[in-house]
Structures are given as C-alpha cells and as structure tokens.
C-alpha cells in the first residue's frame, strides 16, 4: 500500500509577519529507499526564529527556501525502513529534512542519535543547534569572566536560556529580560538568574536596567536587537563584549529597521560587538555538545520545551515565536515512536 506523505511547502514569501496564505499543505507519494538510503517517519520537528530570514529571496549565510519546496529545518525521526548498512529499523536518527511527515533520507545526510543518554528532543534544543549557538555565542565570543555582569535578551528562549546558566557556570551574575511574567518566573526560580527584567510591563527599561546591573554590563548576548539593545547599549562598561546572535524584533519590519547609532558608544568603550551563526564553530561542535552533555549530567544544566502536537499544528508553533509563547525550545511534535 501507498504511503501518503503530508508536506508544508513555502507557498509566497511573506511581507511582514508570515501568515496562513504563506504555507500550503500538500500530499505526495512516500518514496521508496533505494541503496544506501533509509525512509524515515517524522517524530519531531523544530522550529526556529532563523527559519523566517529564509523565506526571504535574499543573500545571506544560507541559502533561502524554495518556493513551493518543503520548509526545510532540524528533525527528529524513525527509520522505518533501510537499505543502508549503517542503520536499521527503528533507529531514532536526526537531520535537517524539515516539515513533512515521511522522508526518503540518504545515510549521509542522518545520524544516529542514542535516546538512552537523554530524551531525544533535548537533540533539538540543549544538546543540538540551539545549545552550541549558547555555548560558542557566549564563551568564544562573550567570554565571561567570574564576576563579570552578563545581560541576555530572550532570555527565556531556547538559547537565551542556555546562556544564562552557562555564564552562572562561570561564575558572572546574569540578567535576563523576557516578555512575561511566568518567564521572568522560569529565569529566577528555575534557573536562578540573579534578576529578570520584564519590557513589556517596565516604565523605562534604562532605569531597570541600572537597578539591576549595578557594575555595568560586561558581556550583552544579544538575541533580539531593537530597542531593548538600544538601551542596554547604554550602560556598556569598557571593554564590554556583545554578541549578536539574532534580532527576532525585526524579523518581520516591512521597512528596514533605524534605530541609534552604536559606532561611538563602541568607541568609548573599546567595545566588542560581533556577530556569528553556530555554522562557524561547526569544527567544534563535538567539543560543545561533549560539555553541554557533561553539565547536563551534573545537574548544571537543566532545560524546558515548549511542544505543540500535530503536523497541522507546526506553522501556528513557527509564529508562536514572534509573539513571545514559548519558553524554552519550541516543538512540534508529530508522530509517537513505534
């Protein structure tokens, strides 16, 4: 019998936020592996801010989706079944073969993952992509020092929230900023940031701000830009570090975003300001990931996902994002393992 694969394919490239006339649902025939290739059955998908900069027909450091090709994005799935010598039915595998229910994957483009040394989501979040982004963002870049003042916005996201713990591993006093109160919970109860500063309810951010780094700002991970950066940038202390990771405020501006001038508050400060994507260090990832495990294991680390169930569900969990529902690492997931 004919399996049916279900695929959300990029229908239009969306003006501003993506909405329900960007994403199509279609069906198609599951393919058949040929040699050297397994079929895999989709359990989890990611999703993730850096998808909606690839819905857009621009250069940038990788290349945009397809129009009416399958959102590509991280996986988790079960092989289903193989022709391939290096897996076998009912290895849980990980790649990057995005929305779609069923996928014929070649055996270099998967890798076996072991579901006994964690839950296989955290491949997704903590131990996967978005905890090498926290770990190199911070400690190659950010390097934290004990004592040090470590600010971090989305901070309750999946990597801001990576960071934090990682830069109280080392020793520096953290402060997030988040856009809810049961994220500003999630940083000082669960994870034990020294203070949490909420911008949607905040009359002035700056004075916040002040009020809770006391010494000036060391090491700002940037995650969202806009005017929350804005205001940590003024109260940067020499030689201050800033690592720009992202800038979900502006994601979805229709026009392109303006907003202050930062070369000469970099040059009073003798400042760093630099900007990366996790594919840098991809020569180290085993070094990250082996110490991500190791502070998992002791307790050092802990983590929470969000995860929404149903395929029907994944573009409404992909604009989740923007609106600030998730704490943690967003899911989807699909299917149960068999």
């Known amino acids: 019998m004919t399996r049916v694969n279900k695929q959300i394919i990029l229908a239009e490239r969306p003006k501003g936020l993506p909405d329900s006339e960007t994403f199509k649902f279609v069906d198609s025939n599951v393919k058949e592996p040929e040699e050297n290739q397994v079929l895999v059955r989709t359990l989890y998908v990611s999703v993730d801010p850096y998808m909606r900069g690839r819905m857009i027909d621009a250069k940038s450091y990788i290349e945009p989706f397809q129009l ?154 940037d995650n969202v830009g806009g005017e ?21 405020s502006s994601y979805n501006l229709k026009e392109i975003d303006i907003g202050p001038r930062v070369q000469t508050t970099l040059i009073k400060k003798s400042a760093l300001m630099k900007g990366f994507t996790v594919g840098d260090y991809s020569t180290r990832f085993t070094e990250g990931a082996t110490q991500l495990g190791k502070w998992l294991q002791e307790g050092k680390l802990t983590y929470r996902e969000t995860i929404e169930e149903g395929f ?3 573009p409404n969990a992909f604009l989740d994002l923007f609106k600030g529902n998730n704490i943690g690492k967003q899911l989807v997931k699909v299917a149960n393992r068999q």
């Open 68 to 221: 009416n090709g399958v959102i590509e994005g991280g996986s988790i799935g079960e092989v289903i079944e193989s022709k391939s010598d290096k897996f076998q039915q009912g290895d849980i595998i990980i790649g990057n073969f995005g929305w779609q229910e069923y996928y014929c994957a070649n055996e270099k483009e998967i890798r076996k993952i072991d579901p006994s040394l964690a839950p296989i989501t955290t491949h997704l979040g903590i131990l996967g992509m978005t905890g090498l982004t926290a770990y190199f963002g911070l400690l190659d870049i950010g390097q934290p020092k004990e004592g040090d003042t470590v600010v971090i916005s989305g901070a309750a996201g999946a990597v801001g929230s990576v960071v934090g713990q990682i830069a109280r591993i080392k020793g520096a006093r953290v402060v997030g900023i988040a856009g809810s109160e049961d994220k500003i919970e999630f940083l000082k109860q669960e994870l034990n940031f020294d203070e949490a500063i909420n911008y949607r309810t905040t009359n002035n951010i700056k004075i916040e701000l002040a009020n809770a780094c006391p010494n000036g700002v060391d090491v700002y991970f």
């Open 228 to 248: 929350i950066s804005d205001a940590v940038f003024t109260q940067l202390n020499r030689h201050a570090r800033i690592t720009v990771c992202g800038s979900i």
């Open 312 to 314: 029907e569900n994944i």
